[in-house]
C-alpha cells in the first residue's frame, strides 16, 4: 500500500502510517507529472493540501487510486463528486485546523485596530528620523473588547472565531445559510465552561451591525461581498478573509479603503492565489499573509494523524 503526500504530510502521520506497513512516499510531483508519477509508482491514496489539484483527468487516468485525502477543509480542488462516484473514497480533516484559522482571524484584527501592518513597514524605515510623528499617526487605535464581529457562517471555524471573541468581550453575531443556532463553549483557564447561544440572523443584518466582520464559507461562484454588501457595513468598519479567495471582491474592497468606508481588511486568501493583485498587496490598510490559517505545528500534527487513521480504518475494513 502506497500513500503520495504531495503537499507533505505531518511526522506523527508518517508515523502512524508506516506502522500500520503503509508506505509513505513525500517526494512533490509536478501537477503535470501526477498522473504520470501515479500511475508508475500504483499510488493507492493521493494526499493534498491546496497547492495540488486532483480533477476529473487525474481520477480518469490513475485506476489506481483507491483514497483522495485532503489536508484540511476546504475541497474545491478536488473533483469531489465524480471520484465518489468512480469508488473512490475521499477524505478531509473539518476539524483539525479550527482553531489556528480562527486565532488568525484574531491576529489579522489585533494588527488592523492597532496599525501594526502599517507601523511594522514604516518603523523600520523612518522609526530612528519620525518617531513622534509615527506615535501620533498610530495614536488612534481602538479596543476590540465591547465591539461587534459578524461571522458570515457559523460552522466548524466561525464557532473557534466566536469562542475567541466571547473570550474578549465581544458582541457576536452570526448568520449562515444552513444553520439557524448554535451554542458556543466558551473555555475557561480553570476547567469551568460558559454556554452562549447564538442565532443566525440574514447577512444584510450582519453587515449594517457589525464593526468587524469575518469570512467562514467555501468558495463560491459569485462573490458574498461585494460593492453592494459593503455599502451597508458601517462607516469604518472592517472585513478578515481567512475563509477561500473570491468571496470578496477585491476592487470593491480597495475602493471601500480608498473612501474611507472600511478601516482596513485583513487577507489570508486572495482571488487570484498563488498571484494576488499588486493594489492589495501594497494597500496600506490591508494585513496579509500568505494563505497560511492551518499552518500551525499544532493543526498539521492533528491534520496527518487523522488522515493516517482515516486511511488506515479504510483499509482494515
Same mark, same amino acid.
Given at each position: 500500500?502506497?500513500?503520495?503526500?504531495?503537499?507533505?504530510?505531518?511526522?506523527?502521520?508518517?508515523?502512524?502510517?508506516? *506502522?500500520?506497513?503503509?508506505?509513505?512516499?513525500?517526494?512533490?510531483?509536478?501537477?503535470?507529472?501526477?498522473?504520470?508519477?501515479?500511475?508508475?509508482?500504483?499510488?493507492?491514496?493521493?494526499?493534498?493540501?491546496?497547492?495540488?489539484?486532483?480533477?476529473?483527468?487525474?481520477?480518469?487516468?490513475?485506476?489506481?487510486?483507491?483514497?483522495?485525502?485532503?489536508?484540511?477543509?476546504? %475541497?474545491?480542488?478536488?473533483? =469531489?463528486?465524480?471520484?465518489?462516484?468512480?469508488?473512490?473514497?475521499?477524505?478531509?480533516?473539518?476539524?483539525?485546523?479550527?482553531?489556528?484559522?480562527?486565532?488568525?482571524?484574531?491576529?489579522?484584527?489585533?494588527?488592523?485596530?492597532?496599525?501594526?501592518?502599517?507601523?511594522?513597514?514604516? %518603523?523600520?524605515?523612518?522609526?530612528?528620523? *519620525?518617531?513622534?510623528?509615527?506615535?501620533?499617526?498610530?495614536? *488612534?487605535?481602538?479596543?476590540?473588547?465591547?465591539?461587534?464581529?459578524?461571522?458570515?457562517?457559523?460552522?466548524?471555524?466561525?464557532?473557534?472565531?466566536?469562542?475567541?471573541?466571547?473570550?474578549?468581550? =465581544?458582541?457576536?453575531?452570526?448568520?449562515?445559510?444552513?444553520?439557524?443556532?448554535?451554542?458556543?463553549?466558551?473555555?475557561?483557564?480553570?476547567?469551568?465552561?460558559? %454556554?452562549?447561544?447564538?442565532?443566525?440572523?440574514?447577512?444584510?443584518?450582519?453587515?449594517?451591525?457589525?464593526?468587524?466582520?469575518?469570512?467562514?464559507?467555501?468558495?463560491?461562484?459569485?462573490?458574498?461581498?461585494?460593492?453592494?454588501? %459593503?455599502?451597508?457595513?458601517?462607516?469604518?468598519?472592517?472585513?478578515?478573509?481567512?475563509?477561500?479567495?473570491?468571496?470578496?471582491?477585491?476592487?470593491?474592497?480597495?475602493?471601500?479603503?480608498?473612501?474611507?468606508?472600511?478601516?482596513?481588511?485583513?487577507?489570508?486568501?486572495?482571488?487570484?492565489?498563488?498571484?494576488?493583485?499588486?493594489?492589495?498587496?501594497?494597500?496600506?490598510?490591508?494585513?496579509?499573509?500568505?494563505?497560511?490559517?492551518?499552518?500551525?505545528?499544532?493543526?498539521?500534527?492533528?491534520?496527518?494523524?487523522?488522515?493516517? &487513521?482515516? &486511511?488506515?480504518?479504510?483499509?482494515?475494513?
Amino acid at each position: 500500500m502506497k500513500v503520495l503526500a504531495n503537499d507533505g504530510i505531518s511526522q506523527s502521520g508518517i508515523d502512524a502510517l508506516e *506502522k500500520a506497513g503503509i508506505e509513505v512516499i513525500t517526494t512533490k510531483v509536478a501537477q503535470e507529472q501526477l498522473s504520470n508519477y501515479v500511475n508508475q509508482h500504483q499510488i493507492d491514496v493521493v494526499l493534498v493540501r491546496s497547492a495540488t489539484t486532483v480533477r476529473k483527468e487525474v481520477i480518469d487516468a490513475c485506476p489506481s487510486i483507491k483514497i483522495i485525502g485532503r489536508g484540511g477543509v476546504g %475541497m474545491d480542488n478536488i473533483d =469531489m463528486n465524480y471520484a465518489r462516484e468512480k469508488g473512490i473514497k475521499v477524505i478531509n480533516t473539518p476539524a483539525a485546523s479550527s482553531a489556528s484559522v480562527a486565532e488568525l482571524v484574531f491576529a489579522h484584527l489585533f494588527t488592523g485596530v492597532r496599525f501594526l501592518h502599517d507601523s511594522n513597514r514604516n %518603523m523600520p524605515l523612518e522609526g530612528d528620523s *519620525k518617531f513622534s510623528e509615527l506615535k501620533k499617526s498610530y495614536a *488612534k487605535g481602538l479596543e476590540l473588547r465591547g465591539k461587534t464581529i459578524g461571522i458570515v457562517g457559523i460552522g466548524r471555524i466561525g464557532q473557534e472565531v466566536a469562542k475567541i471573541a466571547l473570550g474578549l468581550g =465581544m458582541n457576536v453575531i452570526a448568520c449562515d445559510k444552513f444553520i439557524e443556532s448554535v451554542s458556543i463553549d466558551v473555555s475557561l483557564y480553570n476547567g469551568e465552561s460558559i %454556554m452562549v447561544k447564538i442565532d443566525t440572523i440574514p447577512l444584510e443584518e450582519v453587515l449594517k451591525n457589525s464593526d468587524f466582520i469575518s469570512m467562514h464559507v467555501p468558495a463560491q461562484k459569485e462573490y458574498i461581498i461585494n460593492k453592494e454588501a %459593503m455599502g451597508l457595513m458601517k462607516q469604518g468598519a472592517a472585513i478578515i478573509n481567512a475563509a477561500r479567495g473570491g468571496v470578496i471582491d477585491e476592487v470593491a474592497l480597495i475602493e471601500a479603503l480608498d473612501s474611507g468606508k472600511l478601516s482596513f481588511a485583513g487577507l489570508d486568501t486572495f482571488e487570484n492565489e498563488p498571484n494576488p493583485a499588486i493594489k492589495v498587496l501594497m494597500h496600506p490598510k490591508v494585513s496579509l499573509t500568505p494563505h497560511i490559517g492551518a499552518a500551525t505545528l499544532e493543526a498539521q500534527d492533528r491534520i496527518g494523524t487523522e488522515l493516517a &487513521i482515516q &486511511i488506515i480504518n479504510h483499509f482494515k475494513s
